[in-house]
């Protein structure tokens, strides 16, 4: 017996659920469906198989993937593409084709540290239509395990917003 995976949908093609169900190595999709149907006493229910390896249309063990990724609740069937798309992140994200995901109106930042090596937490801002993102540094990165006061921490070194244009954050 393996397991089969599988998400049931409501009228909007939005995932209710998502079900283990144990078949044969042999068993089909609809062997599947109809097992759940008779389960759940809901014959017309809709259900669609769906693969736990899948991911931004990627089988992260090096399989096929299958149906653009794995189905998740409030997630979406997309039946003209035959796909499955984790919930909208925000309101400005569009779809993006290529795997399947969500991506902002702007490009995901290309500088992450700063001259000193310090760090970016970087971070959608919806209300701006932009990335936003906080500079830190670690402080005590050499501590001792031993000393309670010498643990390391991040500092925050101010927060920024990423400018396109020139590739460049600027302090907020």
Do not use: C
């Not at 089969?4 to 999709?29: C, G, P, Q, R, S």
């Not at 992260?60 to 998740?72: H, I, M």
């Not at 039946?79 to 984790?86: D, L, Q």
């Not at 932009?130 to 990165?141: G, K, M, Q, S, T």
């Amino acid at each position: 017996m393996i397991k089969k995976y599988f998400a049931k949908l409501d009228e909007n093609n939005v995932v209710i659920t998502v079900e283990a169900v144990n078949l044969e190595e042999t068993a089909t999709e609809n062997d599947g469906i109809s097992f759940l149907r008779n389960l759940y006493n809901e014959p017309n229910a809709v259900w669609k198989m769906t693969d736990r390896h899948t991911k931004a249309n990627t089988h992260n063990n090096g399989g096929t993937p299958f149906r653009g990724n794995y189905a998740s609740k409030g997630g979406s069937w997309d039946e003209n593409n035959n796909v499955f798309w984790p919930s909208k992140p925000f309101d400005s994200h569009i779809k993006d084709l290529s795997n399947y995901t969500w991506k902002p109106p702007v490009e995901y930042p290309s500088i992450r540290t700063d001259e000193q090596n310090h760090s970016y937490f970087i971070f959608w801002n919806e209300e701006n239509l932009r990335w936003d993102a906080f500079l830190y540094n670690v402080v005590n990165p050499d501590y001792n395990e031993n000393g309670p006061d010498s643990r390391p921490y991040l500092r925050s070194e101010g927060t920024y917003y990423w400018n396109p244009d020139n590739s460049t954050w600027n302090l907020i």
